[in-house]
């Protein structure tokens, strides 16, 4: 990339980071994003929180580009590329594979019922797939939904994926300038280099939000990508240190740095009082201060085994600093004898919960069991989720859905979960926790180069 390229993108970066969004307009749109995604049902007690972490992710980023022309100014400087520079400039990593010439070109459409779907071009190394595409029409088609999108090899087999995620909802064919994204993250490096990507398409919602209209014909859109492009573009660091935070031993293991993400690998010792979750800020710093943070719309973390897991943060790839450091300071732990809330739906009563008493109250809104917490923040939900429900009889209850609401307003952030109605399981119901807000404190850095 040129030199001035560069320039321009430092400039558009800064520009974006000094913007401020207003949190009313955030809360507005969080609320939006969490309307319609309760409508969706997914066997996955964690959906509405991501739901609406995307919704931030996107109203921030519009609300940016519409409100600030020294930010939007600065997002046109690679040539062919500007709306996807437009898409990725939430996340470094792939804001650098752009500038560095990594997205393959693919430009394959096919066309039914007067739509017209494009799939424009692809960023993919050994861990993920971020695809680019748009939706058009000449016709009278004004909101189109994608129901269906999914990956297949040139002859139709289904491919192995850890996460996948499309935008599709309620879009306008007639603005033929937007592209989307869809990311599919992978488990190794063994995709064909042949693939056929399909959708099915809707028109119209009712105020069920269900379809008004289904198409009958399947979009396919056949396409390569160049694997040599990806060979090799990895840098494994193995570190195997360990550092004490408030008694709990914490051993990164190693840092992957790939195109698209890095992954850091870390085991937490078995003996440990508390169940660590997560970090609250993990992240790698070069010797003049850059950081690269977590991964802030996708996959943050996987599961490993038991005791060690893999967090993702955003790549410096193409940065390849001299010096860089593994830092964090914060933690999101609970003592493993308080993972468990027990309540009875019948008295409304709590019988067990966190001791640190962030469980306000427990109440019933029509078929749904409703737990409050409290909030300590008014930039979002507390880190409140639940891996299982279950009943006195340890059987599952409910489909294994939540939803999760909260306001700037209020102090408190509330999850329901289906419950009351025909059949309902009989209590006491046990809910295990596999993220909550409750944290631990120290100074880790850690020097990898």
């Known amino acids: 990339m040129l030199n001035a390229e560069e320039k321009k993108l430092t400039k558009a970066q800064a520009a974006l980071e000094n913007i401020e969004v207003p949190e009313l307009q955030l809360d507005q749109a969080i609320a939006a994003g969490i309307s319609k995604g309760k409508r969706k049902r997914k066997k996955n007690l964690l959906f509405m929180r991501t739901f609406a972490s995307a919704a931030i992710l996107v109203f921030a980023f519009t609300a940016m580009l519409r409100t600030s022309e020294t930010f939007a100014s600065f997002v046109t400087s690679i ?14 990593g792939l804001t650098a594979a752009v500038e560095n010439d990594f997205a393959q070109k693919i430009g394959v459409s096919d066309e039914h019922d007067g739509i017209k779907i494009t799939l424009d071009s692809v960023i993919v190394d050994e861990q993920m797939m971020v695809l680019f595409y748009k939706v058009e029409t000449s016709g009278e088609h004004k909101e189109v939904s994608i129901d269906k999108f999914w990956l297949t090899d040139h002859e139709g087999k289904g491919i192995e994926e850890i996460a996948f995620s499309y935008d599709g909802w309620s879009i306008n064919p007639q603005d033929k300038d937007r592209l989307l994204q869809a990311t599919f993250e992978f488990y190794g490096n063994n995709r064909p280099e ?7 398409l809707s028109e119209g919602r009712t105020e069920e939000s269900e379809p008004v209209h289904k198409f009958a014909d399947t979009w396919v859109l056949p396409f390569s990508v160049d694997k040599d492009a990806f060979k090799d573009k990895k840098e494994i660091i193995d570190v195997n240190e360990t550092v004490e935070i408030e008694g709990q031993k914490v051993t990164v293991e190693k840092v992957s740095i790939y195109p698209t993400r890095i ?6 010792d078995k003996e440990n009082s508390k169940q660590i979750f997560a970090f609250n800020d993990l992240r790698l710093v070069d010797k003049t201060g850059e950081e690269w943070a977590a991964i802030n719309n996708g996959t943050t973390a996987r599961h490993m085994d038991e005791f060690t897991k893999e967090f993702f943060l955003q790549s410096n790839f193409f940065k390849k600093p001299e010096e860089l450091y593994l830092r964090f300071n914060t933690l999101r732990a609970l ?23 962030g469980l306000l109250k427990i109440d019933r809104e029509e078929n749904h069991l409703l737990f409050a917490f409290e909030r300590n923040s008014k930039e979002g939900p507390n880190h409140v989720s639940f891996d299982l429900a279950v009943d006195r009889n340890k059987k599952e209850i409910g489909d294994g859905s939540s939803a999760i609401r909260w306001s700037g307003e209020s102090g408190f952030v509330e999850i329901l979960i289906p419950y009351f109605g025909e059949g309902a399981a009989p209590g006491p119901i046990t809910l295990k926790l596999n993220d909550y807000p409750t944290t631990i404190e120290g100074e880790a850095n850690i020097r990898l180069k």
Request: zero cysteines; a negative charge; charged letters at 30%.
């Open 79 to 92: 040539p062919g590329m500007e709306k996807i520079v437009e898409l990725v400039l939430y996340d470094k």
């Open 263 to 268: 992954g850091v690998t870390v085991h937490f």
């Open 194 to 200: 042949n693939l056929k990507l399909s959708m099915e």
């Open 335 to 357: 003592d493993k004898n308080d993972l468990e809330i027990i309540v009875d739906p019948n008295k409304m009563e709590v019988l067990k919960a966190p001791s640190n008493g």
